[in-house]
């Protein structure tokens, strides 16, 4: 089983940059597809990106497409998720998952989640 751990949130003006890692152990990471959720006070856990096991396809949600870029080395255990031209609207708590196998959109086909890292994106 994979267990993940994210880093790099911060706070950040608005069209600032920031650059978040998540960073993963055990045997599975390699066989996983890694994805992005995000959590506002009071919302939903919604999907921001995911990457395929070999990293050859990426999906975006539609609010962030052209904006973010997910990208991943399994050399290294390591899934980034780069933010430029980042939105109030971005402020979140990021969080990534693993998923075996389903629909990368929906967060019920994750099995695992890190711990979270806050974005916050002032105006």
């Known amino acids: 089983q994979v267990i993940l751990v994210e880093s790099g949130g911060g706070l950040v003006q608005a069209g600032g940059s920031l650059r978040l890692s998540c960073a993963g152990s055990g045997d599975s990471f390699g066989a996983d597809r890694i994805g992005w959720f995000r959590q506002a006070p009071g919302e939903e856990r919604d999907f921001v990106a995911a990457i395929t096991r070999e990293g050859d396809e990426a999906y975006y949600a539609d609010s962030v497409k052209g904006r973010f870029t997910i990208s991943r080395d399994n050399s290294k255990k390591m899934v980034i998720l780069q933010m430029n031209n980042l939105k109030p609207e971005d402020t979140a708590v990021y969080y990534c998952?693993?998923?075996?196998?389903?629909?990368?959109?929906?967060?019920?086909?994750?099995?695992?989640w890190g711990q979270g890292t806050q974005v916050t994106v002032s105006s």
């Open positions: 998952g693993a998923s075996a196998r389903g629909d990368l959109y929906r967060r019920f086909t994750y099995y695992y």
